[in-house]
């Protein structure tokens, strides 16, 4: 009798147990992230950039990166760490920054890189977004005559960065034009810039925003144009690790609540003001209705952080890429409701 | 070495199965790892297609052919930037060697202080100055260089007249002929020096051999050689380029130039402690006997000396080769920029190209230190 009773006492214990775990286990697994936990624990959030490309991720001299690539980052530091001053940036060059994702060096990459394909499928990287549509464009002098890519003639030669998407579609583009021309493929933009300027190359292409950027870091801006014609699609955007489908969402909901932000008209300034909306839509922005932080395992303030200590989408595009001069004009880069292609899932 | 000795062999049969282990953890650890992140590991994608071109190559190159291909024309830059350094470098390096040790104090002061100023510089930064202080300083095509109006110095590059062949092959069949007749020559001298003493004039005749070869084909064996003359063509307003012959792109104008010139310093002072490394009583026997200061140099001192020269050296020619990786740094199309740069972001294959690129640099190296132990077997003095 008494052992029966111990055995079932042993078995009650045993089962409890089980549930127990399972519980934690079970309850846990679906919000857990690992790289969540790494960016809690280590107190910042390791955000990959460029090497400075003004208006998308640059540092000025005492060090202090801006841009709407590192607001991207920004916004990720808001909404899990509470503070959008509470990242760590990595300059990496296109040679370097798919592999110091996948390696773990950094958790986010946010340097003007083109959502491509092989890229999404093949390396184990993941697109989580689009923050800037761009397309690829030529640089060339204003004297030299050249007006479009038309007037292009066989034995030009183009100044690229390499390794980059751009490369690929300089040859396209020159190939089914039935134009030769010469390559010459730099790792460092600042290196191409020098040598589109000392004349080494006849045109210099990349992104569009690139070219409007890197021109006001040469001798004579004044002295070259950007070419009316746009041959290729560069939808540019943050990049994450395949595998952690929470940290995916939490850096792709950052971005999706700025650019949805603006089109309810919250700003940083009127956010917290508008907490007691009639918008349904305007609350959950702010946080006072729903419960959607949870669905990460933040908090429910996480996109109000956002939208006041980064701004929404309008907001970023104006302090660094339209008032700076690189692209006062948004084209696509605008709400779906202005004439833009920026339509973002609803947050709710 | 007794292999059977237990106290040996153990040791050893320890070493060799912990390297094993630890290479295959790392191997296990990388495959894991990479598992999880979802990055697959092949060679397969060297067939796919690389879908970019190349500013420079030696072969057929276009972007529709494979990453193997890609990589060819990558290595073909690096062996013929790393084949043009060598040369150069030894040949300045023995002049400027040579050049120290002379009696002249303006020569010798000169010499050293070439070897001082670019021995001392990091090789990147003398590469830096080549290539956009000097070079870029050159002129727009419009304004070139003129060199006997065949030749045109400019920043777009070195235009030299393109060599066009017809039946090319007979030419270098000929050429291979004469350098076979030249070694029979030198049999045939050495063999009667030794056995009568008489002298026979190799280097006139070996001379005579390699020009006159050549010339018969010209006449009787239908190879011809045109010139194509690089021209200058308006392409717009205010651009201009050369049509017609070959361009020497600066990059590579610069890493040759820079490459050779930092390791000639190093050849220099190698060169200078193989000769100071011949017993001076050499040179004093052999000035006894009455031979000339460039005599007793070519017969006595110079035989000797290589022995000390040529290991050395044969690290300097690795190094030349190891260093012309620095061309990512300039867009010299070599094997690093190519392969371990173009084709690694587009493929995202980091682990599988930079195994190759280890793997070519080895084996070049191997080659070349293979060659110059040869080499230095062959002109080393039999001890008896």
Wanted: glycine share 8%; aromatic share 10%; hydrophobic share 45%.
């Amino acid at each position: 009798m008494i052992k029966s009773l111990k055995n079932m006492i042993l078995i009650g214990i045993a089962s409890l147990a089980l549930v127990a775990c399972s519980q934690q286990g079970g309850g846990g697994n679906s919000k857990k992230s690992k790289t969540l936990e790494n960016t809690k624990k280590a107190g910042f959030v390791k955000c990959g950039v460029s090497q400075g490309l003004p208006g998308f991720s640059n540092a000025d001299a005492s060090g202090n990166w801006t841009g709407i690539d590192v607001d991207v980052c920004r916004a990720v530091a808001a909404a899990v760490l509470g503070d959008a001053d509470k990242v760590k940036y990595t300059p990496l060059s296109a040679k370097e920054r798919f592999t110091a994702l996948t390696s773990g060096e950094i958790d986010i990459l946010s340097r003007n890189t083109t959502w491509t394909l092989s890229r999404d499928a093949d390396i184990g990287l993941t697109f989580v977004g689009v923050n800037f549509y761009d397309g690829q464009g030529f640089m060339v002098r204003k004297n030299s005559g050249i007006d479009s890519v038309k007037d292009f003639k066989s034995g030009i030669s183009a100044c690229t960065n390499t390794g980059t998407t751009t490369e690929l579609n300089m040859r396209d583009f020159f190939n089914s034009n039935n134009i030769s021309y010469e390559p010459i493929a730099f790792e460092k933009a600042d290196e191409v810039v020098q040598a589109y300027d000392a004349g080494r190359c006849d045109t210099y292409t990349t992104d569009k925003s690139g070219l409007a950027a890197q021109r006001t870091k040469m001798s004579n801006p004044d002295e070259h144009k950007v070419l009316p014609e746009t041959i290729s699609k560069e939808p540019l955007g943050p990049v994450v690790r395949q595998g952690d489908s929470v940290w995916e969402d939490i850096v792709r909901w950052s971005l999706n609540v700025m650019i949805e932000a603006e089109e309810y008209g919250v700003d940083s300034s009127n956010a917290s003001s508008l907490k007691d909306s009639e918008n349904p839509q305007i609350k959950r922005l702010v946080g006072t209705e729903g419960e959607l932080g949870a669905a990460f395992g933040l908090d429910n303030e996480w996109s109000l952080r956002i939208i006041e200590q980064v701004g929404n989408y309008g907001e970023i595009y104006e302090k660094h890429i339209a008032s700076t001069g690189i692209m006062p004009d948004r084209g696509p880069n605008e709400l779906w409701t202005k004439g833009g292609i920026l339509y973002v899932a609803p947050a709710r | 070495m007794n292999l059977k000795n237990p106290k040996i062999l153990i040791p050893q049969i320890i070493t060799v199965i912990s390297l094993i282990s630890v290479i295959a953890y790392f191997a296990f650890n990388a495959q894991v790892n990479m598992g999880n992140r979802g990055i697959s590991f092949g060679y397969g994608f060297l067939s796919q297609e690389a879908s970019f071109d190349i500013g420079f190559s030696l072969i057929d190159y276009d972007g529709s052919m494979s990453y193997a291909r890609a990589f060819l024309v990558g290595l073909l830059n690096t062996l013929l930037v790393s084949v043009i350094g060598i040369f150069f470098a030894t040949l300045i390096g023995v002049t400027v060697g040579i050049g120290r040790l002379s009696s002249n104090y303006l020569i010798a002061k000169t010499a050293e202080i070439y070897v001082e100023i670019f021995r001392n510089i990091p090789l990147l930064l003398q590469l830096f100055f080549w290539y956009y202080a000097a070079l870029r300083a050159l002129p727009l095509p419009e304004n070139a260089i003129n060199i006997f109006d065949v030749s045109y110095l400019t920043v777009k590059g070195w235009y030299v007249p393109k060599f066009i062949w017809t039946n090319f092959s007979v030419f270098l069949i000929s050429i291979l002929a004469s350098i076979i007749a030249i070694i029979f020559v030198v049999k045939y001298a050495k063999k009667k020096r030794e056995e009568i003493g008489q002298h026979v004039p190799t280097f006139s005749i070996s001379f005579g051999i390699l020009i006159l070869f050549p010339l018969i084909t010209f006449l009787v064996g239908g190879v011809t050689l045109n010139f194509q003359i690089p021209v200058l063509s308006q392409m717009t307003t205010t651009v201009f380029n050369f049509k017609g012959g070959v361009s020497i792109i600066p990059e590579l104008i610069s890493l040759a130039i820079a490459l050779s010139m930092y390791t000639a310093t190093f050849i220099a002072e190698n060169v200078r402690a193989g000769i100071l490394g011949v017993t001076k009583g050499q040179k004093e026997a052999a000035a006894s006997i009455g031979l000339t200061k460039s005599q007793i140099l070519k017969l006595v001192v110079m035989p000797q000396a290589l022995r000390i020269i040529i290991p050395p050296t044969t690290n300097q020619y690795l190094n030349l080769t190891k260093n012309s990786s620095l061309a990512a740094a300039i867009a010299y199309p070599d094997i690093v920029l190519v392969f371990a740069g173009t084709a690694l972001m587009q493929t995202g294959r980091a682990v599988e190209i930079i195994s190759i690129t280890m793997g070519t640099y080895l084996l070049i190296s191997l080659s070349i230190s293979m060659f110059m132990n040869w080499y230095n077997k062959s002109v080393a003095i039999k001890e008896k």
